[in-house]
């Protein structure tokens, strides 16, 4: 019997700290986007040392790096938003159903 109360609790606070974590990642991601909007600024372009023509190969100009970078601090943010949002929508029903059955357990 206080096996079965050891689990359902521990249960319910795995879905609760999931649920939080999750919150925290909306909340960081929202003040960044918003708020701390130089937060993680992290794209710096270093110009190329100069070589010779036939040796450079690729090389990416200031503006194309600027977009390529700001288009991987989109897909960053949607990545931690979505899985923010996942452990959101995961957490909040576990930590109830594990609350409510050891409720009622407890009775």
Not at 24 to 33: E, N, P, R
Not at 38 to 57: F, W
Request: net charge positive; with cysteine; hydrophobic share 50%.
């Amino acid at each position: 019997m206080k096996i079965a109360n050891f689990f359902l609790w521990a249960m319910t606070l795995i879905g609760l700290v999931i649920s939080i974590i999750g919150a925290i990642g909306l909340v960081d991601l929202a003040l960044k986007t918003w708020i701390f909007t130089k937060a993680d600024d992290n794209c710096y372009y270093y110009d190329a040392v100069r070589m010779p023509e036939e040796k450079t190969g690729n090389v990416i100009s200031e503006v194309d790096y600027q977009k390529q970078c700001l288009e991987n601090q989109t897909a960053r943010r949607q990545s931690k938003a979505a899985t923010s949002i996942a452990q959101i929508i995961i957490g909040v029903p576990v930590f109830l159903f594990f609350f409510k059955t050891a409720k009622s357990h407890k009775a």
